[in-house]
Nanobody, 125 residues
Framework: QVQLVESGGGLVQAGGSLRLSCAASGRTISYYAMGWFRQAPGKEREFVAAINWSGGRTYYADSVKGRFAISRDNAKNAVYLQMNSLKPEDTAVYYC??????????????????WGQGTQVTVSS
């Protein structure tokens, strides 16, 4: 069993930056693909970014490409999401997720087995 805890959310002005962290415990996530998803009020959960087991391949939603960067530190059992040039439409609860069945990474939330509790990101205009 893997426990995921997100941190780093908060309130930021448009154009600002935040760095989200996801700390894993219970077992190593070194061979798991990892992803970030978000859910805004009244909307469905959507894919943000994913990273393969080694960190050598990353995937992004078109809406965040060029502004967000996903990374991982397997030695620390952690995953990160650097968010730059934030926009009000980035406001959402951000979730970290682990895919125990695949090393490659996926945009489909059905592939993910473990989820964190989420961290709120609010971007003011």
């Amino acid at each position: 069993q893997v426990q995921l805890v997100e941190s780093g959310g908060g309130l930021v002005q448009a154009g600002g930056s935040l760095r989200l962290s996801c700390a894993a415990s219970g077992r190593t996530i070194s061979y798991y693909a990892m992803g970030w998803f978000r859910q805004a009020p009244g909307k469905e959960r959507e894919f943000v970014a994913a990273i393969n087991w080694s960190g050598g391949r990353t995937y992004y939603a078109d809406s965040v490409k060029g502004r967000f960067a996903i990374s991982r530190d397997n030695a620390k059992n952690a995953v990160y999401l650097q968010m730059n040039s934030l926009k009000p439409e980035d406001t959402a609860v951000y979730y970290c997720a682990a895919d125990a069945g695949d090393v490659a990474g996926s945009k489909d939330d059905r592939h993910y087995d473990y989820w964190g509790q989420g961290t709120q990101v609010t971007v003011s205009s």
